[in-house]
């Protein structure tokens, strides 16, 4: 079987759609940002196969692009856990409701 | 036996992961609970009783004198694995190199190895008005040996064996036994990678890791404050390079479409033409990468504090090995840097100023690993000088030379600094000569090696490139050469001078400790005095493989010609100078270097230092600014650390005080006055409206104030709805 980009793109809808799940229903606060993170790089999955498939390195320079802002990402993402947690002395994102109107 | 060159890295990083394995999993059980921190408590009685707290490393103590050391487990796993990995490697490395032979490297031959295909990049154009179709951008990891890496390789495995085997002397009782060798193994992986390496990015991926290993071996004593900055630093200066040299990369990369040196050197010197233009620009930032590296000027600065490390790691990595990886590089990439001529000037004028500039701070230095730290970026700065005027196989010869020389000094001072027990500061040693003969006899062929007396290594490795820096020509600056040539010889002078301090200061003369440190004072074992014996050996023969004048002497400039690539259209001059100015170069060489020894001799030996001292309270200011390092240090604090850091922050905070609030607090004034009438009005009259608006708007929209729960996940959540919705609408009705 040859992998074409039709599997490329499955598995990353199916990264996509997990990391998706992930951020809408797990309540931990670094679990959220994981899952941010699998949905950054099922993005970067499509943007590598396209650009091979059309031979263009745009594709490979923008998943640079964002592999950089999500390591950028990771870093202000655990600053805020760091400070949530000093503050709340939990991660549960449902407790951190102060902005309620 | 020449497919077998991807076996000699593997080797070494083998013995890493077994040693690295047995000692974590020896350590872990040690440490697990019920038994508390043995660990620490043990590094408290081995250690911390013998040793005064000086700066620099502490090395193993307490032989003969009854003190209980922890034992050491595995230990005879870990020096088998250590020690015997890179035998192995380096039997590999002779075996390759023999089965390909000399002469062939010396006609060109090269062997490659594709392990795999590493990153495939699809089809692209290169950058530019380069002709040529589009092709496949691929990297592969892929090992290459030709002359030039043939030259390293053998030295690298050899003094790396050799340091291996004084290791195991000079580390007995460290508690750190195995992480050590683990450290040293994984530094010769990826020294070997780095050598190895047929592309830019497998050169790249081995220069990162001797970087890392140097961390972790310069941060060796972790428990020590020192230890741990000293590796920051090193760190920190070289990914500053290492910038530099990676921007180089992507450049290349860009421009030629591949990273493979074969093909991009080969095209590069068939289409000068094309690439002239962008040369200019990629040698200064490969440079940059190799100024780090290789401790050139301004980013010298870690090489010194480096010796916090043991000091079989100042020798390997900090002398020998990885800090001649910048001068490999340039001399790598030899084409490109002939192709630009300003770029060369670069190279040529912050070696020789390092030269210089580290030499003279090395005459002020009192700790014996900090002068032959100077003194290794003063000869790396001569280097450089050599491949800046294009004499790059000159620059390979005084590589290779030095590193048996320096290696040998350095091992040399490791020993001294066992037999005093930790002790490292010159002004407290003294007539060591008679208490540790060999170590005093391989120092003193060293010193002579390095100083330049005639027959000797260093002398023939430095003739030839002062010879090169004189007959050497820049069209841009036509004068430079002949300033070059004074700026070197004058090192050369130095170099004597302070090598010949150290010397007499250690190991001539009285001893000027107290007694009964005297009494300990005893020859190191034989682990490490053989080494230094070999060393010592090779210092003096080293330079037979490339003796000037005589028909056929020159080996190693024949044996490296093959690197040279000839460029199309470009016409270098061989230079054959007549004898008389040859001789003369020779001549002018060696009274320098005589005035040198002679000075330090007649000054601190025979006149116990006096002269130093009476010239230092004559120029207080000279002699503090020297021996205090030029202040670059503290500069390099006060502009970067701290004045980026804090300073900026002080700077905006000033300026808005004083200048910036000026403004507002004469306006302020002003407002006052009118805002006292308007907020009569406003009272009345505004706020009525305002507070009637506001009620009933809160009524009518107090229903969508319950949509901000503020937890963030029904955001999301509307947010992806919305989305689906959205392209939901667009596939159904495009």
């Not at chain 2, 220069?207 to 290993?213: N, P, Q, S, T």
Request: glycine share 10%.
């Amino acid at each position: 079987m040859t992998v074409t980009i039709n599997h490329y793109m499955i598995v990353s809808l199916l990264l996509f759609s997990i990391g998706f799940f992930g951020v809408l229903a797990r309540r931990n606060f670094l679990t959220i940002l994981m899952s941010i993170e699998l949905m950054l790089n099922a993005v970067n999955l499509n943007l590598v196969a396209f650009s091979r498939r059309l031979s263009d390195l745009t594709g490979q320079v923008f998943s640079v692009f964002v592999i950089t802002i999500a390591a950028g990402e990771a870093a202000i993402g655990l600053a805020l856990t760091i400070s949530l947690f000093r503050q709340r002395k939990t991660l549960n994102v449902e407790e951190a409701d102060t902005m309620r109107g | 036996m020449r497919q077998l060159i991807w076996l000699i890295p593997l080797v070494p990083l083998a013995g890493f992961l077994i040693n690295g394995l047995v000692y974590l999993l020896s350590h872990r059980t040690k440490n697990a609970p019920g038994h508390g921190h043995g660990h620490d408590e043990e590094d408290g009685h081995g250690e911390a009783h013998a040793v005064p707290p000086v700066a620099g490393s502490h090395p193993p103590t307490g032989h003969g004198h009854g003190e209980a050391h922890a034992v050491i487990p595995f230990k005879g796993l870990h020096t088998a694995v250590g020690v015997g990995s890179v035998g192995i490697a380096c039997l590999l490395a002779f075996g390759a190199i023999f089965d390909v032979g000399l002469k062939a490297f010396a006609h060109g031959e090269s062997v490659t190895r594709v392990l795999y295909r590493w990153i495939p990049l699809g089809v692209n154009q290169a950058l530019g008005e380069i002709p040529g179709p589009a092709r496949e951008w691929v990297v592969d990891v892929a090992f290459r040996l030709d002359a030039l890496s043939a030259l390293m390789l053998a030295f690298v495995t050899f003094v790396g064996f050799l340091i291996h085997v004084y290791s195991v002397g000079y580390m007995s009782h460290e508690e750190g036994y195995g992480r050590f060798f683990a450290y040293l193994n994984l530094f010769m992986f990826a020294m070997l990678v780095l050598v190895l390496g047929a592309n830019f990015l497998i050169l790249f991926v081995g220069w990162e890791g001797v970087g890392l290993c140097s961390y972790l071996l310069i941060g060796y004593y972790y428990e020590k404050k020192f230890a741990g900055d000293a590796a920051k630093k090193a760190f920190v200066v070289n990914r500053i390079g290492d910038f530099g040299f990676i921007l180089g990369i992507f450049a290349v990369f860009a421009l030629f479409g591949t990273l493979d040196f074969a093909t991009v050197f080969s095209s590069a010197a068939q289409n000068p033409a094309a690439y002239a233009p962008y040369m200019t620009i990629v040698c200064l930032l490969l440079f940059v990468g190799a100024c780090g590296k290789s401790a050139q000027f301004p980013l010298y600065v870690w090489l010194p504090d480096a010796m916090a490390g043991p000091t079989p790691v100042s020798a390997l990595i900090h002398a020998a090995t990885m800090v001649t990886a910048g001068v490999y590089m340039v001399a790598r990439c030899n084409v490109f840097f002939r192709l630009a001529p300003h770029a060369m000037i670069v190279v040529a004028v912050v070696g020789a100023f390092t030269a210089l500039f580290a030499a003279t701070i090395g005459i002020a230095q009192n700790d014996i690993k900090k002068v032959l730290a100077y003194s290794t970026v003063s000869q790396l700065g001569y280097m450089f000088l050599a491949c800046g005027v294009g004499a790059f196989s000159e620059g390979m010869f005084h590589v290779t030379t030095h590193a048996f020389f320096k290696a040998c000094l350095f091992l040399g001072s490791g020993s001294v600094i066992h037999a005093m027990a930790g002790e490292q500061d010159i002004r407290r040693m003294g007539g060591l000569r008679a208490k540790i003969p060999t170590t005093y006899r391989t120092f003193l062929v060293a010193t002579l090696t390095i100083a330049g007396v005639p027959g000797l290594a260093a002398f023939f490795s430095k003739d030839a490139i002062k010879a090169a820096v004189f007959h050497a020509e820049f069209e841009a600056i036509p004068w430079m050469p002949k300033l070059l040539y004074a700026v070197a010889l004058f090192t050369a002078g130095l170099t004597a001078f302070y090598m010949f301090r150290l010397l007499g200061l250690t190991f001539w003369g009285r001893f000027r400790g107290t007694p009964e440190e005297e009494s300990r004072i005893h020859e190191s074992p034989a682990s490490m005095t053989v080494p230094l014996i070999v060393l010592a050996f090779l210092s003096v023969v080293s330079g037979w493989i490339g003796i000037p004048i005589v028909h056929g002497g020159n080996r190693i400039g024949e044996f490296l010609k093959s690197i040279r690539l000839p460029i199309v259209g470009l016409s270098e001059k061989e230079h054959h100078a007549s004898l008389t100015i040859e001789f003369a170069l020779m001549a002018a060489a060696v009274a320098v270097a005589a005035i040198g020894m002679y000075l330090a001799y007649a000054w601190y030996v025979k006149g116990e230092g006096r002269t130093p001292a009476k010239l230092a309270a004559e120029w207080p200011g000279v002699y503090k600014t020297v021996s205090s390092k030029y202040y670059v240090d503290e500069a390099y604090d006060r502009v970067f650390v701290r004045g980026l850091a804090l300073g900026g922050g002080n700077l905006l905070w000033e300026v808005d005080a004083t200048v910036v609030d000026l403004i507002p607090n004469g306006a302020s004034a002003i407002t006052k006055g009118v805002s006292w009438i308007a907020a009569a009005f406003d009272q009345y009259v505004v706020d009525g409206l305002v507070n009637g608006v506001a009620n009933s708007l809160q009524a009518l929209f107090g229903v969508f104030r319950k949509a901000q729960t503020g937890r963030v996940q029904n955001y999301a959540l509307v947010m992806g709805g919305g989305l689906f919705c959205l392209v939901a609408v667009y596939l159904l009705f495009r």
